[in-house]
């Protein structure tokens, strides 16, 4: 059983960074596909980047890319996301999420995995 723990969120102001941090614990950290998954009020949760476990390759939403950088830190257990640019659009819960699974095609996909953080919120203010 894995378990995550998000933190990092808080208050920003419009073109601010924030720089998320998940760590992980009860696995083998490193053969996980990690990611982030974001929900606003009112809205589905969406898919926000991921990282696989067998060789770190990154994917995000479109409207991401550019703006957050995923990583992940073997070593501590650790994923970080580093925002920038963030507008009134970014304001969400972010939860982070871990599968065994590395198939990129099932990575943006919620269902895909199995352990989930207790997110952290994230507010941008004008």
């Known amino acids: 059983q894995v378990q995550l723990v998000e933190s990092g969120g808080g208050l920003v102001q419009t073109g601010g960074s924030l720089r998320l941090s998940c760590v992980a614990s009860g696995g083998t950290f490193s053969i996980y596909s990690m990611a982030w998954f974001r929900q606003a009020p009112g809205k589905e949760r969406a898919f926000v980047a991921a990282i696989s476990g067998s060789d770190s390759r990154t994917y995000y939403a479109d409207s991401m890319e550019g703006r957050f950088t995923i990583s992940r830190d073997n070593a501590k257990n650790t994923m970080y996301l580093q925002m920038s640019s963030l507008n009134s659009e970014d304001t969400a819960v972010y939860y982070c999420?871990?599968?065994?699974?590395?198939?990129?095609?099932?990575?943006?996909?919620?269902?895909?995995?199995?352990?989930w953080g207790q997110g952290t919120q994230v507010t941008v203010s004008s």
């Open positions: 999420a871990a599968t065994p699974w590395n198939y990129s095609d099932w990575l943006y996909k919620a269902a895909t995995y199995d352990y």
